[in-house]
């Protein structure tokens, strides 16, 4: 952006410089034209338009019946034909040369030329007398005017202002003298007789009062001092006061006849005054054209030297900023590309790194951190915000990390305390099914009472590992995936809905027991509770190239792509407390995440091919051990497909102890001594088979809490036969599952934040 601040301007000077110089040469070559077009073109248009003006009266007044030598009027017609050639020619060149002028200027030049190709025309019906004398005026009346409009469209200087100005007066001069001219003519056409049509009096009327106010208006208050002392002189002589006295008279003084108008005795010295004053107004029209071309030579001149002088001045400009802005900008961007390097330095490398050791409680090298310097310039306090920014942030996550090791402290003591409390509740209910177990109805309560304290240890649990803590392990020994199974199906409470297949010759080592247990535990509890209450979840395990699998697979509704996406980010980023407030009431997936980094496990969540959700979890293979042979209380190896129901019996009450976190200002909470269940105490000690003098752990036997009449080998599961329903039941059924379904996913919209 500074490369650009700093081109940008200069390209913008520059091409206003040149714009600026580009206009200046064209107006200058604009007036070069002109002076150009007025010495090849101006000069012969006032000859011709003079020449023109006279045969016109010689023309009238031959016509009116006043004596016209045939000589005179010879000559006079060819000094006219004279000038029409020179103008013919000069006006020719000028468009071969391409003279920049207006395409109307050029029109006019040719209307001027058209109008001269009439000339012999005219010339003969006037010597014939064939039509009107207004017919033969007009004719020399409109190609005058042509030259008139040719001359004003052709000099009128419309780029520059002050040559514009001097224009007009030009212009107008010639204008008024045409006027003149026409009250010439006009009186000409009166002859010896003195008497004009009314028309023709009334076009003398009309030259009376248009030149007298160009004089008034457009030329005298623009006329310089020399010129004014000329036209004061024209003025004030004899032959003009006579023209003024005749003009007068004239309005004065006419009679109006029945063909026409009488015309005063004092129009007889129209002649000799015009004659007079006529080259005095030729020579100030003249030289105001003078004037104007000469101030147009020297405005062009004055042009082409500020040309130079701009392009000179701007260019030594431009070098000059040009230099100071390249090294200013090269300045600037070596301490900005420090500062760059060092900012993302600081937030990819130094703030992760501060950040994660206060996570971790360590201490923070002060060192390692920016520091604001005190400087005085942009950069240099840039770099000090950006520092007391980052000392801001330090701060912020010392204290966050501060309060969440205090608050993980004091979350893992309330659930190790409350996991005690339900361990005890465990062990009186067990006491309870053992005395009590004769009576079948209130052994079932018990039952149903010992299935929601486990889950109420579970999610006692759950707090605890999302609090930081640990859930310690009572196992000692490998357990088969089959039990593990098992174990796990025993934590949830509509197990009776969940089918096993496993594997007896791999065991898992003791010390993760409890966490994958736990693991396999919520995603089986979300998979009975999401799908219709009459169908099965299956669960399966087995031997993959990385360890082992285990699937969970239910029939729930249908779950779109962009959920299983937002459930599998759950599962593998660990969320902040404010995330977990938002979700306190779908906190599984979070556990299960926690879990599976713990055991570097992955889980993934999939559409099934039955339509309802498939969770997938990839236990490594260093938890792993090889089945000894020794067999639980599980199946034996031939029972690998679908387990018989049977009751399921959780597994060991382990106490749950806080975590001590890094905080020293809050001191952990004592965990109470663990309470063996009486099944625990009452279960015979068995060695195994490496050790066999060393006893092992006391394990729950299934059925020791029943009386004797509920005890021995249950009866065989009766076999299946083909079903025999009827269309009407089976769409029973199917409706039953629909309704299930859409309750369900009810409550999952309601579930949602």
Do not use: C
């Not at 609090?467 to 009776?496: I, S, W």
């Amino acid at each position: 952006m500074l490369v650009w601040l700093a081109v940008v301007p200069t390209v913008a000077m520059g091409a206003q410089v040149a714009v600026t110089a580009q206009r200046l040469l064209a107006q200058s070559e604009h007036l070069r034209a002109d002076l150009e077009a007025g010495e090849r073109v101006g000069v012969p248009l006032v000859e011709l338009m003079a020449e023109l003006q006279a045969e016109r009266a010689m023309t009238a007044a031959r016509w009116a019946g006043t004596p016209v030598a045939d000589d005179d009027l010879r000559d006079q017609r060819a000094a006219t034909d004279r000038a029409a050639a020179q103008f013919r020619r000069l006006s020719g060149s000028s468009s071969d040369d391409g003279a920049q002028h207006s395409g109307q200027f050029h029109g006019h030049l040719d209307e001027v030329g058209d109008g001269l190709d009439r000339l012999t025309a005219y010339r003969k019906r006037a010597d014939a007398h064939s039509g009107s004398a207004e017919q033969a005026v007009g004719y020399y009346t409109g190609v005058i005017g042509d030259i008139i409009r040719a001359y004003q469209d052709g000099f009128s200087h419309g780029e520059d202002a002050e040559l514009a100005q001097e224009s007009r007066p030009a212009i107008a001069l010639f204008s008024a003298a045409e006027m003149v001219a026409r009250e010439d003519t006009a009186l000409a056409l009166a002859g010896p007789s003195r008497e004009l049509a009314p028309t023709a009096f009334s076009e003398f009327l009309d030259a009376i009062g248009a030149h007298r106010y160009l004089y008034d208006t457009w030329i005298v208050p623009y006329l310089s001092p020399a010129e004014q002392d000329s036209y004061d002189k024209l003025t004030g002589s004899d032959a003009w006061q006579t023209k003024f006295r005749i003009e007068n008279a004239v309005v004065a003084n006419h009679k109006d006849t029945a063909t026409g108008v009488k015309l005063p005795v004092d129009v007889g010295d129209w002649r000799a005054a015009h004659g007079t004053f006529a080259p005095q107004l030729a020579a100030l029209n003249a030289e105001r054209s003078r004037t104007v071309l000469a101030h147009a030579e020297a405005k062009a001149t004055q042009l082409e030297t500020e040309v130079y002088w701009l392009v000179g001045a701007s260019s030594g400009a431009l070098l000059v900023v040009t230099v100071v802005v390249f090294l200013t900008t090269r300045s600037v961007l070596r301490r900005l590309r420090r500062l760059h390097t060092r900012t993302v330095a600081i937030a990819e490398e130094t703030l992760p790194e501060v950040v994660s050791r206060l996570q971790r409680g360590q201490a923070v090298d002060a060192e390692a951190l920016p520091a604001v310097r005190g400087h005085e310039d942009e950069v240099g306090r840039i770099s000090d915000a950006f520092a007391q920014v980052v000392a801001v942030s330090v701060d912020g996550h010392r204290q966050l990390a501060a309060e969440r090791h205090g608050f993980g402290l004091f979350a893992s003591g309330i659930a190790a305390r409350t996991g005690n409390l339900v361990s005890r509740q465990l062990s009186l209910t067990e006491d309870l099914q053992e005395t009590f177990g004769h009576d079948e109805a209130l052994l079932a309560q018990l039952m149903r009472s010992d299935q929601l304290t486990v889950g109420m240890r579970r999610q006692t649990e759950n707090l605890l590992i999302l609090a930081g803590g640990e859930v310690p392990d009572p196992h000692t020994e490998p357990m088969r995936v089959a039990d593990l199974l098992r174990e796990a199906a025993a934590e949830v409470e509509d197990f009776r809905r969940i089918e096993r297949q496993a594997l007896d010759e791999v065991s898992v080592q003791p010390h993760v027991i409890s966490q994958i247990s736990h693991l396999l535990a919520e995603l089986l509890d979300n998979a009975t509770r999401f799908s219709p209450p009459r169908s099965k979840v299956v669960v399966r395990a087995e031997l993959v190239a990385e360890g082992i699998s285990v699937e969970i697979e239910d029939r729930g509704p249908r779950v779109a792509a962009a959920g299983y996406e937002e459930m599998n980010r759950r599962l593998h980023s660990a969320p902040p407390y404010s995330v977990l407030a938002e979700n306190a009431h779908r906190l599984g997936l979070f556990v299960v995440g926690h879990l599976a980094d713990q055991l570097q496990a992955r889980v993934t969540l999939r559409r099934s091919v039955y339509g309802g959700t498939a969770a997938v979890v990839i236990l490594p293979s260093e938890v792993l051990v090889p089945t000894d042979g020794k067999r639980g209380p599980g199946p034996g190896p031939a029972e690998r497909g679908p387990e018989p129901e049977r009751e399921p019996v959780p597994k060991p009450a382990p106490v749950l102890t806080p975590v001590r976190a890094p905080v020293p200002e809050v001191p952990p909470v004592p965990a109470p001594m663990p309470v063996p269940r009486p099944a625990e105490r009452a279960a015979p000690a068995r060695s195994g088979p490496g050790d066999p003098t060393r006893p092992a752990l006391p394990e729950r036997v299934p059925q020791t809490h029943l009386t004797r009449q509920l005890r021995g080998p249950r009866a065989p599961e009766p076999d299946v036969g083909r079903d025999a329903a009827t269309p009407q039941e089976v769409a029973d059924a199917w409706a039953e599952y629909e309704e299930g379904t859409q309750k369900v996913e009810a409550e999952l919209r309601q579930d949602q934040p």
